[in-house]
């Protein structure tokens, strides 16, 4: 079983930016798509953004287009979000998971094991 653990996040102010990372701790995380999802307090686990395994085909949530960029080293074997123009509403534990199917990373329900997160909070 792959093993994610988050990190890099923490505490900036409104329009500022901030950079997170997972890292995967076995080998099957070989051919796998990669995703972040984030939960804000009360609210439900989201989508935020995906990436296949080559790095060629990427998706993005609404909310975060255009702010937010994935990336993946699949020979260190992690995956980052690069925030941009953070915003109030980007406040909650941000979380990484893997699947085969990249569609299938729009969807946080198909997964039942999740990591810690790492925790993001912007004051505006």
């Known amino acids: 079983q792959v093993q994610l653990v988050e990190s890099g996040g923490g505490s900036v102010q409104a329009g500022e930016s901030l950079n997170i990372s997972c890292q995967a701790s076995?080998?099957?995380?070989?051919?796998?798509?990669l995703g972040w999802f984030r939960q804000a307090p009360g609210k439900e686990r989201e989508f935020v953004a995906a990436?296949?395994?080559?790095?060629?085909?990427?998706r993005y949530s609404e909310s975060v287009k255009g702010r937010f960029t994935i990336s993946r080293d699949n020979r260190q074997k992690t995956v980052d979000l690069q925030m941009a123009g953070l915003k109030a509403e980007d406040t909650a534990v941000y979380y990484c998971?893997?699947?085969?199917?990249?569609?299938?990373?729009?969807?946080?329900?198909?997964?039942?094991?999740w990591g810690q997160g790492t925790q993001v909070t912007v004051s505006s």
């Open positions: 998971n893997k699947h085969p199917t990249l569609s299938s990373l729009a969807n946080p329900d198909l997964f039942d094991s």
């Open positions: 990436i296949s395994w080559g790095g060629g085909r990427i």
């Open positions: 076995d080998r099957s995380y070989n051919g796998y798509a």
